[in-house]
């Protein structure tokens, strides 16, 4: 991917789409952010579209995510060398053909509900798509808790690909362990635990449509395909049968048209057979066992102890604003940092992360280890600089790509594009936008007399 025979990725992808161009034929996928999320939404569901796209309370925090980058400039460099640019990098003992990764989204049916097959062919038109993409490029999945498809299934299509996994703590601790377990049995190399959606925010695109995925077994495969969930289920069954009230819904709601397609989205989501699950209590009992367990708002940053004995894989806190947040993850034994405001989906009116992010940087590349029980205290000699500082939140182009890794990133987790790309045209749509994305951060350091990733740094920007 960096170079072929000193041909760039940048050089390769714009060549290709104006050579096509010649005959007639457009990019796969819009190259404009813009027109790529407005054709995205003429294709999409309503509701996939408002899930996939909306954010909290009035949209602030999405707009200045993105508003955000434009106040970092970078600036050109002439005159310089940069014939040959590779945008390799090393993270974590891996190495990458470039510093992007692909974002754990959830429910992530939802964006192709409208593809062949529709809703009942989504789950395997989701992650399997976004796996062969990955697969193709050699850039790391950050598999999601909230994904329609188990991680297993997604990790045989990705064959020796990397890919990481993507926590929500539940509030049964067996439940953690058991996702921790399998993240390690699918070749999972990193545990990324997201800190910021212990309670969901106020997403209002969701909230007007009343819609929430989970309630409709959407995006819970992890959790269905669990051995501990699924007897956190049989027990929540038998207790009903016990109790003798059948689980039934109060007599004064009357079904509907969208409680029958409820019903039946649970049904087909289960395992097994769909009109087995319609005669019986498991599929709904699922979703309400989900309902329950799905977070826990009491963590403290104690509790990473608990879960730094439960696996020898890095750990990362996904969700990190503060500097003193980043400095109190790793005394308490974060491997890593992955400064994110979910999106701009959790509070609205928050700090955009883009200007987070250089204060976490430089907490991270200070901090010493207070109890030294930390992250440094598994690190090699270089000490914090070998604590990885990835970033999230906003991120659309390979400038930004440029703008994130000169504040300080080692990577960037890349959202809802490739989520865009996919609903257009599934694997070869995710591809097309992250090799978009590259292309145009190889052409960015070009510009910026860059030619490699280790290069880039503060001095690149007007600060």
């Not at 034929?25 to 509701?47: E, G, I, N, S, Y």
């Not at 070749?187 to 800190?195: D, H, N, S």
């Amino acid at each position: 991917m960096p170079t072929n025979g000193g041909i760039s990725i940048g050089r390769t992808v714009q060549s290709a789409i104006y050579r096509n161009g010649v005959y007639g034929h457009r990019p796969t996928v819009p190259t404009d952010p813009d027109a790529l999320a407005a054709a995205a939404r003429r294709r999409m569901t309503r509701t996939g579209w408002s899930y996939v796209a909306g954010g909290a309370g009035a949209q602030r925090t999405v707009a200045a995510n993105r508003e955000a980058f434009g106040g970092y400039r970078i600036v050109p460099r002439q005159m310089v060398d940069v014939g040959e640019r590779s945008p390799a990098t090393t993270l974590l003992g891996r190495e990458l053909p470039a510093p992007v990764l692909f974002g754990p989204v959830g429910a992530l049916e939802l964006a192709v509900q409208h593809q062949r097959g529709g809703r009942a062919a989504a789950p395997r038109n989701a992650e399997p798509a976004l796996a062969r993409a990955a697969r193709d490029l050699g850039l790391p999945v950050v598999i999601s808790s909230q994904a329609s498809t188990p991680m297993e299934d997604t990790a045989a299509v990705l064959g020796d690909s990397p890919r990481w996994f993507q926590l929500y703590w539940s509030s049964d601790d067996a439940l953690v362990e058991s996702f921790v377990s399998r993240a390690e049995a699918s070749g999972c190399e990193a545990i990324v635990v997201t800190l910021d959606t212990h309670v969901l925010g106020w997403r209002t695109a969701d909230l007007d449509l009343g819609y929430l995925p989970f309630a409709r077994a959407e995006g819970i495969a992890q959790y269905l395909s669990d051995p501990v969930f699924r007897a956190l289920v049989e027990a929540r069954v038998q207790a009903t049968a016990s109790s003798g009230s059948g689980g039934d819904a109060p007599s004064s709601n009357r079904p509907t048209a969208a409680a029958v397609r409820s019903l039946l989205s649970m049904a087909r989501h289960h395992p097994g057979p769909t009109l087995r699950n319609l005669t019986q209590p498991h599929a709904r009992a699922a979703v309400e066992t989900f309902l329950e367990v799905f977070s826990r708002s009491t963590l403290t940053w104690a509790d990473l102890a608990w879960l730094r004995e439960r696996t020898t894989l890095p750990i990362l806190v996904k969700g990190i604003q503060h500097p003193d947040d980043a400095r109190a993850a790793l005394d308490h034994g974060a491997d890593g940092i992955v400064v994110s405001n979910h999106g701009g989906r959790q509070i609205d009116n928050a700090v955009a992360s883009i200007d987070a992010l250089g204060p976490v940087v430089d907490a991270v590349r200070t901090w010493s280890g207070a109890s030294g029980s930390g992250a440094g205290a598994r690190a090699d000699d270089a000490g914090a600089a070998s604590v990885p500082v990835l970033f999230d939140s906003g991120v659309r182009t390979g400038a930004d790509v440029f703008t994130a890794l000169a504040l300080g990133a080692d990577a960037v987790l890349l959202g809802r594009p490739w989520v865009y790309g996919l609903a257009l045209a599934g694997s070869d749509g995710v591809r097309a936008v992250a090799e978009h994305v590259l292309a145009e951060l190889d052409l960015t350091m070009a510009l910026a007399g860059v030619s490699g990733t280790e290069q880039i740094g503060r001095h690149n920007l007007a600060l």
